[in-house]
């Protein structure tokens, strides 16, 4: 029976985690790119358009 290469899996799984933790990193650059924007237009949108403040409690008769 042949002999497991431990030292062969090992170097897999550590190119496996420098991989996603990369992945990870591209992620978070581009949602903090975005997310600049995104804040600006939830900024402007949070206003209402009818001059009544907004609401979260349905009016009662």
């Given at each position: 029976m042949a002999?497991?290469?431990?030292?062969?899996e090992k170097r897999q799984k550590e190119l496996e985690k420098k991989k996603k933790k990369e992945e990870k990193l591209k992620r978070k650059a581009e949602k903090?790119?975005?997310?600049?924007?995104?804040?600006?237009?939830?900024?402007?949108s949070e206003l209402p358009a009818t001059g009544e403040p907004a609401s979260d409690e349905p009016k009662q008769p």
């Open positions: 002999k497991t290469n431990f030292q062969y903090g790119s975005s997310t600049e924007v995104e804040a600006e237009d939830a900024a402007e």
